[in-house]
């Protein structure tokens, strides 16, 4: 199979899929190692980019989804009559952010952090999907663990958690909480 | 303080509200001159209107929190400065740097927020979900209709390959794969293709390398689905291209 | 607005909707008459024929929907449709076959005769009910022997195992090559 057509499948692949393909599945599928595929996902991705088209292919955690051109926002929202998003309030985003960058946290290390209750905030983000629970801590009452969702990523156009924008004075890691335990 | 009226919950807690104190006052977050900020944070606790209670315990557990500070600062100091134990400042200097790293980042996510909102994905194709969700639950549906016979046929064919295996001069010529294909599998199959695309050419529901008897097969599958009225065929002039599409309820 | 820039416009809308856009739906969105939108659908269309791309345009009464190409369908199929999805393979028909005909066996005797690994197989056919263990041969390691369930007899309308079409006749079936089924 000659290279173009890997890579017309790989656009049909992304073109179908309603979310985010594993590098793994798109070389599978293939029959291509993963650093083959992952090389022919990036040409089709700087294609797209170069010719100015319609859609682009964006990574997520090491998975990629096609969405649209951003400079297409205004035709796409007009056809759809889709009502502008509204913009997350200031307790919400103080509150994902504190997810994100000390995830796997609990909601009593975010109240610490903030001074206030989490309750509203991080029921409200679970609703949102920006944020989901990713275990439980292996401390007395076992309480759940939050972390970022791959809707998350999407929402603000990060690649993955660990390619965030760096807090002001991130030095410092002693944050990181290593005694819980990933549910299945 | 003048006349105005401020609202707490204009304040997402007493950490912002102390913060936007410091940031106010110009205050050096190291060196906070605690009585001073506990005075104003006061005033505002005061100046607040109507805050239900809920709202408003965090924020006097954190003037309780400063009020101590204050005093333990104010208390005479009795032993020698290295003696001295930690700053009373200092648990709440560390929080309240903790809380500027966000407060800070937030401003950069709101940019990324509205630049990444210009963005649509697609959501999960009917189509998708069609393929993903065809696990054959009852046993009929799963043998698909195979008889006795076939599987008679099928033992047959095993034990004749396994017999040619050992033959050293047949096992030199190239094998000939003897695929099996069944019309109910090629139903699916054409069945699968048009739930991704709404219409298909002819050719193209025959796999490009099939052989004859998988053309063959092909063929029967696209004439029972016919006949069931699953899809249909049409051509638009003499020798034109034939096109097939899921039936739609017109003859 | 530059025509390329329609064109990606047009390309963003069908790529998000999933389904036909009618083409005044299109124009109306682009700000242009139909017959322009028509053209600039058709320049995109033959574009991704021309260039065997993954994904195509195809109209449908007036409107217009993107979709994989047919290239890619082996593909696509293959990604979504794992192999313990799909029915009755011919791996599973003849491991059914030679359990059918020689129980009580081994998989270690069933693999003997196929000359591939039988434990995938074995095991989805147990999970059907087709097959199921009878006892363990007294041999070292004490093998599980595997044979046909009363499932299996229900399925196939006979009384008892014993009543299986006799082995004698293959010589009558050899030539008809009907490696194939009709259903009803």
Redesign the interface.
């Known amino acids: 199979m000659r290279l173009s057509e890997l890579e017309a499948v790989v656009e049909s692949l992304l073109f179908?899929?309603?979310?985010a393909v594993p590098l793994s599945a798109i070389a599978q599928t293939i029959e291509m190692d993963k650093a083959t595929a992952k090389a022919i996902i990036h040409t089709l991705a700087d294609k797209y980019e170069d010719e100015k088209r319609g859609v682009?292919i964006?990574e997520l955690e090491g998975a990629y989804?096609?969405?649209?051109?951003?400079e297409c926002?205004e035709y796409?929202r007009n056809m759809y009559k889709s009502p502008?998003?509204q913009?997350?309030t200031?307790?919400l985003?103080?509150t994902l952010?504190?997810v994100a960058?000390k995830q796997p946290i609990t909601r009593a290390q975010i109240e610490e952090?903030?001074?206030?209750?989490a309750e509203h905030a991080v029921s409200k983000l679970v609703e949102k999907k920006l944020v989901c629970e990713v275990g439980r801590m292996d401390t007395p009452g076992k309480p759940i663990m939050f972390g970022t969702t791959n809707e998350f990523l999407?929402?603000?156009?990060?690649k993955s958690v660990t390619e965030l924008?760096p807090?002001?004075?991130?030095a410092d890691h002693e944050g990181k909480n290593e005694n819980y335990v990933i549910e299945e | 303080m003048e006349h105005i009226t401020i609202r707490l919950d204009a304040f997402?807690?007493?950490?912002?509200l102390l913060y936007h104190l410091i940031e106010k006052n110009e205050i050096d977050i190291y060196d906070i001159p605690i009585a001073r900020l506990t005075d104003q944070y006061l005033e505002y606790l005061d100046a607040a209107e109507d805050t239900d209670m809920d709202g408003m315990s965090?924020f006097l557990v954190?003037a309780a929190t400063l009020l101590e500070i204050k005093s333990k600062l104010l208390l005479p100091k009795t032993k020698t400065e290295e003696e001295e134990g930690p700053d009373p400042r200092e648990e709440l200097v560390l929080?309240l740097?903790?809380?500027?790293?966000?407060?800070?980042?937030?401003h950069?996510?709101?940019q990324?927020?509205?630049?990444?909102?210009?963005?649509?994905?697609?959501?999960?194709?009917d189509?998708?979900k069609q393929?993903?969700s065809?696990?054959?639950q009852v046993?009929?549906?799963?043998?698909?209709?195979?008889?006795?016979?076939?599987?008679?046929?099928?033992?047959?064919?095993?034990?004749n390959?396994?017999e040619t295996?050992v033959d050293q001069v047949r096992s030199s010529f190239k094998t000939v794969p003897?695929?099996?294909?069944?019309?109910?599998?090629k139903?699916?199959?054409i069945r699968?293709?048009l739930i991704?695309?709404?219409?298909?050419?002819f050719y193209?529901i025959f796999?490009?390398n099939a052989r004859r008897?998988e053309k063959?097969?092909t063929f029967?599958a696209l004439l029972?689905l016919i006949k069931r009225k699953e899809v249909q065929i049409s051509q638009k002039m003499n020798f034109g291209e034939i096109t097939i599409s899921r039936y739609d309820g017109r003859d």
């Open positions: 179908i899929s309603g979310e682009r964006v989804q096609m969405c649209t051109a951003a926002f796409i502008n998003r913009g997350l200031q307790a985003l103080e952010a504190i960058y952090i903030r001074g206030v209750s999407r929402y603000f156009g990060f924008p807090l002001e004075d991130a | 997402e807690g007493p950490l912002a965090e954190m929080r740097l903790e809380y500027k790293k966000i407060k800070g980042v937030t950069e996510w709101r990324w927020e509205e630049e990444a909102a210009l963005v649509f994905y697609k959501e999960a194709d189509a998708v393929l993903k065809k696990e054959p046993l009929e549906e799963f043998l698909q209709g195979i008889t006795m016979e076939d599987l008679y046929l099928a033992f047959q064919q095993v034990m390959r396994k295996k003897k695929d099996l294909f069944t019309v109910h599998e139903m699916e199959y699968d293709m991704l695309q709404p219409k298909a050419t193209s796999r490009a008897m063959v097969v029967l029972e």
